[in-house]
Each structure stands twice: as C-alpha cells, then as structure tokens.
C-alpha cells in the first residue's frame, strides 16, 4: 500500500515538475521558443534544423486536421453515444447517431490529442535544449548528422515507429474498444445504425455472473470448467507422451530416427483445417470409424462420438494429442541431447533402472527447461480456437446453457459464436476480460511462484 | 543385457510402427477419399471401389472458384511471410540490441496485451478495416494488413537468438566505424540464418489455416475466400455429401506444397521451437 502511495505522490510530483518546466521555459525563452508554444517546430525551423521542425510541423497539422475536421464530432457525444436516433420523417429516414462510430472514431481522437500534447512537450523541451547549447556556444547537430543518427543511435526508433504504429492502430485502439463495449448494451436489440446504445456501467458483468433467472452464470462456469480442463489436459498430457515418444525414438540401437520424426511432423506440415476437418468427419456418425466398427460386429449401434458430451470432450483430448504430440517430440529430441552424458553413466553405476533414470534425471532437466514452453502451451491451449472450432464447434449444444454454448466450448469459442451468430457484443466483450484475467493471473502465479520454486530445488543452471 | 536390449528394441519398434500407423492413417484416407470416385458424403470402406480424377477436374474446371482461392491464399502468404519476417527482425533487434527509454515498459505493454484473445477484436478490426475499403473485395490486402499489423508482438523466438549473439561483436563493429543499420544488415543478418528462415516459414503456413479472420473480412464475398474459408464452408454446408470427396481433393492440393515445403525446412523449425522453448 505504501509503494502505491509513493507511485502516485511520485506521478504528481512529476506533473507539478512537468507544468513548472512548461512555464519556466516560456518565460526564460526567446521569442522563437515562444511561438513554438503555438507553431509546432518553429524554432526548430528559425535555428536551421529543418529535419526536426519539418517534422514536428507536419505532424501537428496532421493530428490537428484530423482532430479539428472529423473527430470533435465524436468526442464530444463519448459520454452518452449519441442521443439521436435514426427515425422516419415524412416516409424518409433521417439517420441519426451512431453509436458505434462514435465510440471507435471517439477513441481515437482522445488518443489523437494525448499524441498532440505528447508532442507538443517533445517540442518544448527540444526548443529548451536548442537554446542551452547555442548560449552556451556550442553547435546544434546537423541535419545530416539528425537523420545518420536515425541509422545509428537512434535506430531504435526507425525500427519500432512502423511496428509499435500497428499495434496501436490495431491491437490496442480495439482492445480499448472493446473493453468499452463490456460497460455498454451493444447487442442485437442495440444495433446501429438503425439503434442507439449507451453506457450500462456494470450491469453486464452482474448478468454473466449472476446465477439463475436471467444470469449466465451457470453457463459460464460450465464453460469455465471445462476450458481449465481441457487446458490442464491438452497441456500435460502431450507433454509427457511427447516426451516418451521422444525417448523411444532416441533410445540406443533404433534406427530410422528421421523416418519416425518425419512421420510424426506430418501433422504439424498438413494445414489444419485439412487434417482436421477430415478426421472430425471420420468419427462422425456415419464416420469411416464407426463404419468399421461397425462392419466387425464390435458394437450394434454407432457410437455418438460428436454428439455424446463426454464422449466428445474425451475424443477432442485425443485428437489433441495427435496434433499435439509431435511438437513436444522435437522439442524434447533436441533438448535430451543436452543432457550430460556422464550423469546417465554414473547413474548406471549406482545400478539405476531406466525408469528411475527417467524420473530422477531426465524428468527434472526437463521440467526446469520447459518450465516457461508448459506455461506458453497452457495458454495457449486455453484459447485453442482451431481444434475445437474445425472438430464439432463446441457441440453438443444443452438446453441447459444459454447462448448456444454446448458441452466443448471453450470461452473464445462461446465468445466466438456470440458475437458471429447473437451479435451479442456486450457479453462477448465480458467474456474476453474474463479470458484475459484468467491468462493475466494464471502466467502471475507461474511466473512468481512455480517457476523460481522448481529452479530452485533442482540445482540446475 | 544384449539379449534384454533386443527384446526391449523389439517393443520399441512395435510401439514405433504402431505409432505410424496411427498418424498416417488420416493422411492415407484423405489421399483414397481424394481419387473416390463414386459421389456422396462419408462411406463405409476406406479404398475406393473406383479410381478416378473427378474431383480434381471439378476443381480445375472453374465450376468452382478454388483456383482464385487458392491464389488468394498463396499471395497472403507470401506477403505475410516476407513482411512479417522483416518486422520481427526489426523489432527484436531493437530489443535485444539497443537500450533506450521505455524498453522495459514496451515489452510489458505487449505482455499483456498478448493475454487479450485475438477474436474479442473482430468487429472493431472489420469496421476499421472497411473504412480504408479492406474489407469483401479488398479481403486479401486487408488480411495481410492486419497479420502485419499486429507481428511485432511475435518477437520472442527471434529476440531470443539474437540475444545469445555476443554483444563484443557489435561493440567491435562500432569501434571501426559501423552503424547500427549496417551492423544488423551486415553482420547479424547473415548470422541468423536459421531464425530468419523460421520466422518466415511459420508466418508462411499460417494464413493456409486462418479461418476466423478470413471469413470475417470477406464476409460472404466469394472471389475474397481463401481456401481455407471457402472449403470449410464445404464440409459444413448441409450438403456436404456433394462435396466431401472434392474437399479432400483440394485439401490434398494445399497439404502438398506446404508439407513438401515444410519438410525441406524441417531443421531450421525445429531449431526456432526448441530455442523458443528453452528461453520461453
């Protein structure tokens, strides 16, 4: 609690020092300092360092242009999303507000103007800096020496402008977007542009955790349940029977190592949607499987493997392990050649049999070196959209669960089929913070407690 | 001990065939299904009573449009693969190379938002994306775009190999004179031979699969699917007995190019996945 006081005293104080500067400089600058308070990289250009004036100006007029011509508009109607909605007058619609522009072009311009302010401070403290070296009888850079160093020192910021501009654009103005929507009633009775929606506050995490009437509570705990589940096994168990299969290839006097490593990576090679959308249709009910099975005389009736819940949660953990398997095998190939050789003798010696060899040398090297792998995987099982989505999309579906989810869906997937086939965004949204919380605390507990407790113990390093 | 080694090398070969079976099987059967020639959905044999190249013909007949979705698919690819690379070297060499402000605070940044599931930014992404005309017509550039867009985040792989380079070269390199530029063009580059070229090949395979995003942005625009959009939409239409053998016929068609390709660069992917896993 202290340090959270002290993090924010410290802000404040940083602010204060910030506005002082701001003030100082104004007053203590000369006239082309001052100007550049309102002409963007005036002095800049005044001092002969076009580069950086030419970019400071370009740059303010560009966000100015945007902010001024198009998004005010939106900003200012951000806190109610508009109130006037799309209507008929005279048998001609007028189209009113629309929310969902409003809120996405609103977005943006709020960031236009902290880039502008942002700016605008870089543009202060250059002018600042300007004028301490010339009082001081010293050079500014060159324009040439500005733009080499965009190529030497400062080539940092040429490589990540384009890619950190992508991400902004792209993964965080939605994200911000999106979490928006999880504080508003966006869904199919809201839909602009012939509907208006608006703030809600938190009324739409109380229905998601609110069990019975018209909570979805109960779905989404099921839903929960079963994609920790479904992790917990997709993770672990490919990773023990990756390592086994991985052992047997290795072990001493088999030959064709590669034959049996190219094999197994075909499913890793094949597309997904290609393998799996086949080997979903071969335990279909008409599947060739069944067929089989059939034509043996093994069992009377098909088996319901899709259509049965457990049947299909086993089956997709099968599946999985399928897909699943083969990484594992590459990873741990590489890595058990790492492993001393002299630890493996020694431990013959002592006259240790190959399982106890597994468990007390191989087994622990592993775990401290995959450690971080296990968690990505575990995460990355969690939103593992593609297995169950091109298997049987999350089926069978319950009249038990709302919104459509059925017995295999994962939360992404369930989020999925809101937002595709319900337009239920404002739930989707939910969903996709619960999703990141479970991530956030998830990686938190490995991170700080699991992984420095087993590097610990083993000794490795 | 060399008679209990035999046997034990026997299991082990019994469990390695047995192993082989089971993962090819899948592949045997979509290949028989491939050359079926008798129509309808799932039958009850594996080898075809009739041999036949129908299914292909069907595909390259223009009955359908798999030849442009197919190209489709291949352009996504080799753009995304090649800009993608070139993003990911960018990034981590800043990362792993240079020390400037906010460092720390960018790779936290993209950390977290890596936690965020990619799907819950769909509607926003299409609606951004039909604003610049990216979206149904414009599907293939609008893809690229977004797969582009968001790469930097995939830095870790790379950045990790970077790192176990020694920083004594680069010190080195500075002392006669090079820039950053030219040091990572000239001399890290060329070193990360293997890393760059699994870079390349994951972000190369990975559009043949996109499924969510593609049908998305093409948004029931047919000439704007990529395979994998306009085939899954085959096999789940309600008539899919129609198009069972002629999906696995175009499934072939991708598997082949991607897995022969994957094959060749086998050694360099499992280098990228065993040093990503080791360092996370």
Known sequence: ?461 | MSKRRKIGNGFAYLGLILISIVWLFPFVGLVLQSFRGESGGMVNYLVPKQFSMVNYQFLFSGASKFLRWYGNTLTIAIFVSVLQTLVVICVSYALSRMRFRGRKLLMNIWLVLGMFPGFLTMICLYFLLKQMGLTEAGAVPGLILISVASSGMGYYVCKGFFDTIPRALDEAAILDGATRAQILVQMIMPISKPIIIYTALVAFMAPWCDYIFASYVAFGYESGYNVAVAMTRWVWTNDYQGYFTRFCAGGILVAIPVTILFMCLQKYYVEGVTGGAVKG
Request: proline letters at 3%.
């Open chain 1, 1 to 461: 609690m202290g340090r959270k006081r002290n993090a924010v005293a410290r802000f404040f104080q940083g602010l204060g020092a910030d506005l002082k500067d701001i003030g100082t400089t104004f007053v203590n600058g000369d006239w082309k300092t001052k100007v550049s308070y309102l002409i963007m990289g005036f002095g800049q250009l005044c001092r002969g360092q076009i580069v950086r004036g030419l970019a400071f100006l370009l740059l303010e007029l560009g966000l100015l242009f945007y902010i001024i011509d198009f998004g005010w508009g939106y900003m200012v109607k951000l806190t109610t999303l508009g109130t006037v909605e799309t209507h008929v007058e005279n048998r001609v619609t007028v189209y009113g507000d629309n929310s969902f522009f409003i809120l996405l072009w609103g977005i943006l311009t709020v960031v236009a103007v902290l880039a502008l302010i942002f700016l605008w401070r870089l543009n202060l403290r250059g002018n600042r800096d300007a004028e301490d070296l010339l009082s001081r009888g010293k050079h500014l850079p060159s324009n040439r020496a500005d733009l080499h160093s965009l190529l030497d020192k400062n080539f940092d910021k040429t490589l990540l402008a384009l890619p950190v501009l992508g991400i902004f654009v792209f993964t965080v103005v939605p994200i911000i977007f999106m979490i928006c929507i999880a504080f508003t009633n966006y869904d199919a009775t809201h839909q602009p542009p012939s509907k208006l929606f608006t703030w809600v506050g938190l009324q739409n995490f109380k229905e998601l955790f609110g069990i019975g009437g018209q909570g979805f509570g109960g779905t989404f705990f099921y839903v929960l349940g079963w994609t920790l589940i479904w992790a917990f096994f997709a993770t672990f168990l490919t990773y023990f029977l990756g390592m086994a299969v991985a052992i047997l290839i290795n072990k001493k006097g088999i030959k064709f190592k590669k034959l049996w490593r190219t094999i197994l990576v075909m499913t890793i090679a094949v597309p997904q949607f290609v393998s799996l959308l086949y080997v979903g249709k071969m335990f279909a009910a008409d599947g060739l499987v069944n067929a089989y099975l059939l034509k043996w005389g093994w069992i009377k009736t098909a088996i319901p493997f899709w259509t049965n819940a457990t049947y299909a949660r086993i089956l997709i953990i099968v599946i999985n392990l399928w897909i699943g398997i083969p990484y594992t095998m590459l990873i741990v190939t590489g890595l058990l050649m790492n492993i001393p050789a002299e630890l493996y003798e020694s431990a013959r010696i002592d006259g240790a049999n190959a399982f106890q060899t597994f468990r007390k040398i191989t087994l622990p090297y592993m775990l401290f070196v995959t450690g971080p792998f296990l968690l990505t995987q575990f995460i990355g099982n969690l939103n593992n959209f593609n297995v169950i989505f091109l298997l049987n999309q999350g089926k069978p579906q319950s009249m038990s669960l709302s919104n459509n989810a059925g017995a295999t869906d994962l939360l992404v997937t369930w989020l999925y089929k809101m937002t595709i086939n319900d337009s239920n965004y404002r739930i989707a949204a939910v969903i996709g913070i619960m999703v990141f919380l479970v991530t956030a605390i998830i990686s938190l507990v490995v991170y700080n407690k699991v992984l420095p407790s087993v590097k610990d113990e083993e000794g490795f390093q």
